[in-house]
């Protein structure tokens, strides 16, 4: 049997277990001598890539459990952020922050260090506050900061390695709405004020398609109760389809297709609960690598990047997406340094893409940025110890939680036997 992630780019001949309950999870567990564990398959790194066996959580039932004070959530790891917050929603509750698309299970999002935007809002990694965990020998175990907090410290930000989660006690919020506002800005203008502008909404990022001179700036911000959105046409996605396979066939025209479209008035408004809101469809498949840098070096660093692009000619076809993210202390996350802002470089699928992020990756490493677990980097072992003064430490709670290396695969084994 064979699965793959979801741009296509990462695939493995494995055995596909499905549990429905954690008793034949942990089963699976003992008697496997290699396994990893999957999502929705939205890393772009061999994360989840094993060829003796992959297990999905997708069959496995549970429902929410809401503390008595209401501020977390027991939640089944495996579910999707798009399941769990309209279940929240329905208990009155929501997640503080999200990211752009909510397909991801839970227990992926946080093991990766997934984010959304807003200066004062961290991944939702930090959203954790413990662990039901599936271990190597395939005993359960709960930790949190007080119970075995060594491997709750390390498992916030986990990569997989751990063991498998299969409930996640979560910070709760009670549910907002919110109000998104899409619009064109001037690059020239929006360098000189989005630290400015970061600081006067809730969540605010854009998209800069590099060889234009204009951004698409996207802020939201809480609203008055109102009904959901309603559902968006695919006019412009087929639109960007075309522009994109014209780009894959001839290259050469990438910078006059992005000034041509990006000539269009680009303006948007929707209002409504903010899991509805948060979240935007990505049906075109493409590439990803994404660099948290030094909030401060963020915006020179974007535009030494699309400097060099511009004066190579080079066909990028998708747009960069700039995001600020709030400082944590998680062992080893790309924000536990301070505050980042987290540039996102994509390529279309169907177009070369290595090369290209191998020396876009030279100018984020030369700024100090880290980049996003998930998304394509080159990081060796000695790289990680650079970046991550914890990383020794976060290996010995690895090895004595799975001394043999079950849950490693090659990738990994590289980074963190």
């Known amino acids: 049997m064979s699965w793959s992630n979801w741009s296509g780019s990462v695939t493995a001949a494995a055995s596909i277990a499905r549990p429905q309950s954690e008793d034949e999870l942990a089963m699976l567990v003992r008697s ?37 004070d209401r501020t977390t959530a027991h939640i089944p790891a495996g579910w999707s952020i798009r399941r769990l917050t309209a279940a929240l929603w329905g208990e009155g509750l929501a997640l503080a922050n999200q990211g752009d698309v ?23 990694a930090t959203f954790a506050r413990g662990f039901r965990l599936v271990g190597a020998d395939g005993e359960v175990r709960w930790c949190d900061a007080d119970t075995h907090a060594d491997l709750y410290q390390a498992q916030r930000l986990s990569l997989g390695l751990f063991g498998i989660a299969t409930e996640i006690e979560v910070a709760v919020i009670p549910g ?7 619009e064109k800005r001037r690059w020239a203008e929006i360098r000189e004020s989005y630290d400015e502008l970061a600081q006067q ?41 075309r522009i994109l396979d014209m780009s894959a066939r001839l290259p050469f025209l990438t910078p006059c ?9 680009i303006s948007g408004r929707r209002r409504g609960p903010a899991h509805s809101v948060f979240p935007s469809d990505r049906t ?13 070096a963020g915006l020179e660093t974007l535009d030494e990047v699309v400097g060099w692009i511009r004066k190579k000619r080079l ?27 987290a540039i996102s470089m994509h390529q279309y699928a169907k177009m070369p893409w290595r090369a290209l992020f191998a020396d876009a990756e030279a100018i984020f490493r030369a700024h100090g940025g880290r980049p996003h677990w998930a998304k394509r980097h080159t990081l060796t072992r000695a790289d990680v110890d650079v970046l991550y003064p914890l990383a020794g430490r976060y290996r010995a709670v690895r090895a004595a939680a ?6 490693l695969n090659p990738h990994l084994e590289t980074l963190f036997a």
């Open 402 to 407: 799975d001394p043999t290396g079950k849950f």
């Open 257 to 265: 297709l992005q000034r041509l479209m990006m000539k269009s008035g």
């Open 176 to 182: 907002f709405h919110l109000s998104e506002r899409i």
């Open 32 to 68: 496997a001598r290699k396994l990893r564990a999957t999502g929705a398959g939205h890393s772009f790194m061999p994360l989840c890539e094993s060829d003796e066996m992959i297990v999905s959580l997708d069959d496995m039932g549970g429902e929410i459990r809401v503390s008595p």
């Open 315 to 341: 066909p990028v076809t998708f747009p960069f997406e700039y995001r600020t993210v709030a400082a944590d202390d998680i062992w080893m996350s790309p924000m536990n340094a301070g505050p980042v802002a």
């Open 201 to 241: 909404h809730r969540h605010i990022e854009f998209w800069f398609f590099p060889h234009s001179d204009h951004v698409i700036l996207k802020t939201l911000d809480p609203c008055d109760p109102c009904d959901p959105p309603p559902s968006t046409t695919d006019m412009e996605e087929a639109t960007f389809r």
């Open 284 to 296: 075109l498949r493409f590439e990803e690598m994404e660099y948290e840098m030094p909030r401060a």
């Open 102 to 124: 909510n397909p991801q299970s839970l227990a992926g999002a946080m093991a990766t260090g997934t984010h959304g935007t807003g200066v004062d809002l961290g991944s939702l």
